[in-house]
């Protein structure tokens, strides 16, 4: 595990995350003596960056989503619900409803872009702009898996209408690329920043959700302290319920040369996604059991589809 | 939608497992997940499930289905994607052409098999899935035998991670990837037998698989290149390596109509092409009529790779070995970019020790034979090195022009030059075909009515393989033209 990447005002971040699920631990009646050291477990137990599975796919069960993409807006349903407008420009993906005053009810009703018809998730990402000029995604692929080290027939499904949010927007330093990044194509080796892509597999945003749920909250004031990443395979007891860990890549147009790119959010540093739990419920709780219980490869992210190599530029 | 009530079951156990987890102290980590094989608790005699007599659903036949029980399928359209999950079950079509699982472009898979060992399934069409006709997945033991697969999204019969397999008798058309794919398993000891691919982007794929891996007595024409296995880091078990290609009748593949993905477009127009294969025997094919190559081996250069190849002492290595291998990233010093071609970390799949051997290949525009290499890593491999070998096949035409005498299997070469006639691979590789419309595979060609197993209605259970595929390679000759090709 790394810290190399917090900077002060993330470790401030921390300590207040950790306090707070300090307060959750009294929601559950146990009895053991663990409370002195329990904030140190808790810290130790929930780094802010997750561990992320790296190397090629095959390794693990996985459910994969590809969604279209389907419009854009300032809205933003988790930060500034009801507040249409209020937003940076936003990247939606999934379900087409998507807008400042979705409900979960309302989006369980609405169509998706996804190859998968259940999924009728909400997920979306700050507009990337190329020398100011708007970039149209290609499309996202959404790895649904158990984080590295947990035990997959302990996963069980998101609440319905769960919100999570991944990555920092207000971020002007290099996060750590495991919590949110820039790779190329389906490779695992992720940058800080945007690096330069080839035709054959072109730049991709990718975040990646915590997986420790406190088993209570679908949302939180600050949207996080809700949700805490796992370490070591294990979920802290603040946040004892172990969800898959959602990493939500966006595929853009982008390689070679030339480029100038900044977020709708600002810097590139504070890629981020947001994810609303709208799935068709049923159908989650059916690929979680099938696939990531049974540690099964349901799906496979390829570059297949992208340029090809050498070809006319 | 499906199981209504299976919601409420669900939304139970998320709750129990909520409390268990929560604020259960010691862990009992074995409540519910293993719940689901009521198998071994089975005794007396199988039996027939059918549908829609005793289940209005294939997936409620299925569910309720016990290993060893056969779901007999009457004729209709079922509108569904199946999920199997119960181990060493038959689902059977009563007639192949009438029993058709058909997604609508909506559904994703017709029949996915899931973590299930010893699934049969036969005498059925799928069409119209999102993803694929038929699939299994993390399987030990599957067979799927008169099949018919077409207008599926990514591919007709599919086989991933899976080992001890037969797909025999069936038909795959339509699909932008493959019409079959065997796919990251060594051994895979898997056969596939007298099958017809055609109107794909590519008739046969299998990225990093192989070993007892027999691809044989089939057709593959039409499509946009035939037979194309392939290595490559971004999946597991690399590289792909002794799979074995006998008797089989390719032809054609060069359809500017049918569906691709953008490898097959790279691929268009090669009978039998193997991009970073190693170890592949491919003798006795009737090869003809291609815009490239009949039969090519040639590098497939990834960029951004996961993982370097391999060497050659590590081609042995099980593909169950491999699974919790950490891969960190390639340390940057390890690999390069090459100057206004390839960017990024490029590492080089070359062809490796491959045999070919008595096949007859003819009217190819580039070359009936044909291996070649470019160094571009500057790493010292040139395609002399390659230790691939051509011996005693029927050709007209070969890049290098001399090849057989260059490279003879179990001989030594004439010394010539391989410079003469060498393959312009960058001429190649840089001039893919024009894709075509989006979606192209939900108009392919219907195909015409496919042959019945024998039967379907009394026919007993035959189960899947439980090992390696026995086939007397030497018994398979090289096919003969078919009339009016």
């Known amino acids: 595990m790394s810290f190399r990447f917090l900077g002060p005002r993330a ?11 300090a307060i959750l ?65 936003h990247d939606f ?18 169509a998706t872009t996804c190859q998968k018809q259940l999924d009728t998730a909400a997920y979306w990402a700050p507009q990337l702009r190329d020398h100011g000029q708007a970039v149209v995604p290609v499309k996202s692929v ?31 330093e290099p996060l750590s690329p495991d919590l949110a990044g820039w790779a190329c194509g389906v490779s695992s080796a992720h940058d800080a920043a945007p690096p330069q892509c080839p035709n054959s597999a072109p730049l991709r945003a990718v975040m990646t959700f915590p997986d420790c749920w406190d088993g209570v909250n679908t949302d939180s004031k600050n949207h996080k302290s809700h949700m805490v990443n796992s370490f070591e395979g294990l979920c802290p007891k603040s946040h004892p319920v172990h969800v898959p860990q959602l990493t939500f890549a966006v595929a853009y147009p982008i390689s070679g040369t030339g480029h100038d790119l900044t977020l709708a959010s600002g810097s590139t540093y504070g890629i981020h996604a947001d994810f609303i739990n709208s799935w068709d419920q049923e159908g989650l709780a059916n690929e979680i059991r099938l696939c990531l219980n049974r540690d099964v490869v349901c799906g496979l992210s390829s570059n297949r589809d992208e340029d090809p190599l050498f070809g006319p530029k | 939608m499906r199981r209504t009530s299976f919601k409420f079951a669900i939304a139970l156990l998320g709750i129990l497992a909520l409390l268990a987890v929560s604020c259960g102290g010691t862990d009992s980590d074995s409540d519910s997940d293993s719940g689901g094989s009521d198998s071994e608790a089975t005794s007396g005699s199988a039996k027939t499930i059918a549908v829609p007599a005793d289940k209005p659903t294939i997936q409620e036949a299925v569910d309720a289905a016990k290993p060893g029980d056969l779901v007999l399928i009457s004729e209709g359209t079922y509108n569904e994607d199946v999920d199997v999950e119960t181990d060493n079950i038959t689902i059977r079509g009563l007639d192949r052409n009438k029993v058709i699982l058909d997604g609508e472009f909506k559904l994703e898979n017709g029949i996915r098999v899931l973590d299930a060992d010893g699934v ?138 049918a569906p691709a993905i953008e490898v097959a477009l ?19 094919n009737l090869v003809f009529n291609h815009d490239r190559t009949g039969i090519g081996l040639v590098p497939y250069p990834e960029e951004d790779a996961s993982d370097l190849a391999p060497p050659d002492t590590e081609w042995d290595t099980p593909c169950s070995e491999t699974h919790d291998v950490e891969v960190p990233p390639i340390p940057s010093a390890d690999c390069k970019a090459v100057d206004g071609l390839l960017k990024g970390c490029v590492v ?19 070359a009936d034979l044909a291996v070649g290499t470019i160094d571009l890593l500057g790493l010292g491999v040139t395609t002399d090195l390659l230790r691939n070998c051509f011996s005693g096949n029927t050709f007209t035409t070969s890049a290098p022009s001399d090849l057989q005498a260059l490279a003879p299997c179990d001989a030594t070469g004439n010394g010539g030059s391989w410079d003469a006639g060498a ?34 209605g009394t026919a007993k259970v035959t189960p899947a393989p439980t090992g390696p595929p026995k086939v007397d390679i030497a018994a398979i000759a090289l096919p003969a033209r078919p009339a009016g090709t």
């Open chain 2, 348 to 366: 080089f799949w070359n062809p490796y020790e491959n045999r070919i051997l008595d096949n007859n290949i003819s009217t190819s525009k580039v």
């Open chain 1, 93 to 110: 993906f999934g379900n087409t409803s998507t807008n400042a005053d979705s409900t979960t009810a309302a989006l369980l009703k609405g």
């Open chain 1, 11 to 21: 470790q401030i971040a921390a300590v207040l995350l950790f306090s707070g699920s």
């Open chain 1, 25 to 89: 631990l009294g929601a559950c009646a146990t009895t053991d003596a663990s409370t002195e050291s329990g904030a140190k477990d808790s810290a130790q137990l929930s780094p802010l960056s997750p561990a992320r599975h790296i190397g090629p796919q095959g390794q693990v069960g996985q459910v994969v989503t590809d969604c279209g993409y389907s419009h854009s807006a300032a809205d933003d349903p988790i930060v500034f619900p009801g507040q249409p407008g209020m937003s940076h420009e």
């Open chain 2, 120 to 257: 049969v399934v036969e005498n059925m069409t799928a069409r119209n899935f999102t993803s694929n006709g038929f699939y299994w997945t993390g399987v030990d033991g599957y067979r799927g035998s008169y099949l018919t697969a077409y207008r599926n999204g990514d591919y007709g019969i599919y086989a991933f991670d899976a080992v001890n397999g037969q797909l025999d008798n069936s038909y795959g058309s339509g699909s932008p990837d493959a019409g079959f794919y065997i796919g990251e398993c060594y051994p895979c000891n898997a056969l596939i037998d007298n099958v017809v691919s055609e109107f794909n982007g590519l008739g046969y794929s299998g990225t990093n698989s192989g070993g007892d891996l027999f691809i044989v007595n089939s057709t593959f024409r039409n499509n946009r290149a035939g037979v194309v296995p392939n290595s490559g880091s971004y999946e597991l078990c690399y590289p792909e390596r002794e799979t074995t290609v006998v008797g089989n009748i390719v032809h054609d593949n060069n359809s500017t109509e």
């Open chain 2, 423 to 456: 393959l312009d691979l960058l001429g190649l590789l840089g001039s893919p075909a024009a894709a075509p419309p989006k979606d192209t595979y939900k108009t392919t060609p219907e195909p015409a009515a496919q042959p019945n197993m024998a039967n379907a």
């Open chain 1, 142 to 172: 959404a790895y649904y898996r158990a984080a590295p080290g947990v035990d997959p027939k302990n996963v069980v499904p998101y609440p319905e209408g769960l919100h999570i949010i991944a990555g920092d927007m207000t971020a002007t």
């Open chain 2, 266 to 284: 790279l691929a268009q127009g090669n009978g039998i092409l193997l991009p970073g294969g190693v170890r592949n025997l491919v003798q006795r």
